[in-house]
């Protein structure tokens, strides 16, 4: 069982910045992959980052050239660094890992963090 406690949420206004993280319970080396997502009021759920195991990071259209995702495998650690922020970036973020254990594959989410941005 793996555990994630995101943290970093909160209210900016529109061309502000956040970092999001999220604390990961298990080693990093653990893991396949680490991802962003966020959800807004009446929205899918979207993929925002995405960093696998290759070292590879993806991200959502929406979101390039202005969020950088980052890991820090000492401190078992993952960042979303969040910058030039607009209203349509609001929504609750969740970061999220996986993990093949034992010939299984296990899906980990924490509780999510809101970010708000005004206009």
């Known amino acids: 069982q793996v555990q994630l406690v995101e943290s970093g949420g909160g209210s900016v206004q529109a061309g502000g910045s956040l970092r999001l993280s999220c604390a990961v319970s298990?080693?990093?080396?653990?893991?396949?992959?680490m991802k962003w997502f966020r959800r807004a009021p009446g929205n899918q759920r979207e993929l925002v980052a995405a960093?696998?195991?290759?070292?590879?990071?993806n991200y959502g259209d929406s979101v390039k050239g202005r969020f950088t995702m980052s890991v820090d495998n000492a401190k078992n650690m993952v960042y979303l660094q969040m910058n030039s922020l607009k209203p349509e970036d609001t929504a609750v973020y969740y970061c999220?890992?996986?993990?093949?254990?034992?010939?299984?594959?296990?899906?980990?989410w924490g509780q999510g963090t809101q970010v708000t941005v005004s206009s």
């Open positions: 999220n890992v996986d993990q093949y254990y034992n010939g299984y594959h296990y899906d980990y």
């Open positions: 298990a080693s990093m080396h653990s893991l396949n992959a």
């Open positions: 960093f696998r195991s290759g070292g590879s990071t």
